[in-house]
């Protein structure tokens, strides 16, 4: 395997390409909002996701189906890239359509800030990588969608991952030369979706020349892997779509329920960040300050 370039890290597909470069592995963590990619990026995270499942469950309380627009996912977008400087991965799913589609995808995720996108070979009415029952385009169709994201593509520094599912219903071998027709029409990068074992992993590595992306999603078909198990097969970036999100959840589920049942929150005030937490990580005082600075006057 051998690692991207920098093409230039002033933009957000740049500062990406350099992540991968100077992280072996490169961790990305998924950030269903601009607060938490605030959190994240403060505690030094170089790369940040967003995931579909997480724009569909967060967002608009869907479930991982493919009922997300593009807009969906590109306001999501403009608000953490506004409130961040670390490159956003994000999920394209199928990419909403045909090549004129998936040109307009490329379009206006670059333009939102995205870093780049992994566009997938699953039929348009997708599920979650880990459950049963996907289906798969053939693989010439999933050739298109990659040449046409690549030929839509204004900012060359724009990340274009390609994410197979085939393994599920294929197995490794048709995967990974499914993984090879798509770096061949010029995917960055491949995206191997529901893997099982490391083996399986150092497959897709050996065989590509463009860096592999393992998704450790929790509760999944892939055991939560080390990120140094995974570097030692060759794996460039690890993807923790929505583990802060399942957190976030319980947590806030444990407050719902408290409040309910003892009439107050003090039970579950030390599982809360507290208020001048918060304003650190937003930033508050400073803003405060100049408020104070541009109204002195009237003092
Ligand atoms: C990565 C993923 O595409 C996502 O939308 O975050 C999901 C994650 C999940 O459902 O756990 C997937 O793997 O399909
Ligand atoms: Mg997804």
């Not at 953490?80 to 490159?87: L, W």
Request: hydrophobic share 45%; charged share 20%.
């Amino acid at each position: 395997m051998t690692t991207t370039t920098s093409a230039g890290a002033s933009t957000a597909g740049g500062k990406f390409r350099q992540a991968i470069v100077d992280n072996q592995p490169l961790q990305v963590v998924g950030t269903i909002n601009a607060y938490t990619a605030m959190m994240a990026e403060r505690v030094g995270h170089q790369a940040l996701y967003l995931s579909g499942a997480g724009v569909a469950n967060a967002s608009f309380g869907l479930p991982d189906l493919g009922m997300t627009s593009l807009n969906d996912v590109c306001e999501d977008i403009r608000r953490i890239t506004g409130a961040t400087e670390v490159p956003l991965l994000v999920d394209a799913d199928t990419g909403w359509g045909g090549a004129f589609n998936i040109a307009r995808t490329v379009k206006e995720m670059t333009r939102a800030g995205a870093a780049g996108f992994h566009i997938e070979d699953q039929v348009a009415q997708k599920r979650c990588g880990h459950r049963p029952n996907k289906e798969i385009v053939s693989q010439d169709e999933m050739v298109d969608r990659v040449k046409a994201a690549v030929d839509a593509r204004f900012d060359e520094s724009f990340f274009i991952m390609a994410r197979t599912d085939a393994l599920a219903q294929q197995g490794v071998d048709a995967a990974i030369e499914r993984a090879l027709a798509c770096q061949a029409a010029g995917a960055d990068a491949i995206f191997a979706e529901a893997v099982h074992t490391l083996e399986q992993y150092q497959a897709f590595t050996k065989a590509l020349d463009i860096p592999v992306l393992a998704n450790i999603t929790e509760f999944g078909q892939t055991p939560l892997f080390n990120k140094q198990e995974l570097s030692s097969v060759g794996v460039a970036m690890v993807l923790y779509p929505l583990s802060a999100f399942r957190a976030m959840n319980k947590a806030a589920l444990n407050v719902y329920q408290s409040i309910l049942q003892q009439g107050d929150q003090k039970a579950v005030i030390d599982d809360m960040q507290t208020r001048m937490e918060l304003y650190d990580f937003l930033n508050y005082h400073a803003f405060e300050e100049k408020l104070d600075q541009l109204f002195s006057q009237k003092k």
